[in-house]
């Protein structure tokens, strides 16, 4: 009887988690749209008032003329991408009413050397 509840209680735990995972594959934009749709990043920023349920955006880019364009939208039409290599320009995809925002990190972290000499080992004090 243990053994019966312990296999049923398992299977079921499997169950929910199983039905709980997502594909974790991320959102891209259509090919259409990243070749004719790709604009120049100015900024981008969460506006949340605290009143609603899905915080607003606000996305500033510059077309193709160099021209500002003020967007703004509910969050749950942006997809940011964080892009791997901190050099390279960020830039936005329009994809219909879907806001892809392509940014490089906020923060990196290096593995410079750093060079110099210590010149006193003293205990800082206030």
Request: glycine share 8%; net charge neutral; charged share 35%.
């Amino acid at each position: 009887m243990k053994r019966l509840i312990l296999l049923i209680s398992l299977l079921s735990l499997a169950f929910i988690l199983t039905a709980c995972g997502g594909t974790g594959k991320q959102k891209e934009p259509s090919k259409e749209s990243q070749k004719s749709d790709k604009y120049e990043y100015v900024y981008y920023e969460v506006l949340n008032d605290g009143g609603e349920d899905t915080p607003n955006v606000e996305i500033k880019y510059k077309d193709n003329k160099g021209k500002s364009h003020l967007e703004k939208t509910d969050l749950k039409h942006v997809y940011e991408h964080i892009l791997s290599d901190g050099n390279k320009k960020p830039y936005i995809v329009k994809d219909g009413s879907k806001i892809h925002v392509y940014r490089p990190p906020y923060m990196t972290y290096g593995d410079d050397d750093v060079e110099g000499k210590a010149v006193s080992k003293d205990e800082v004090s206030k």
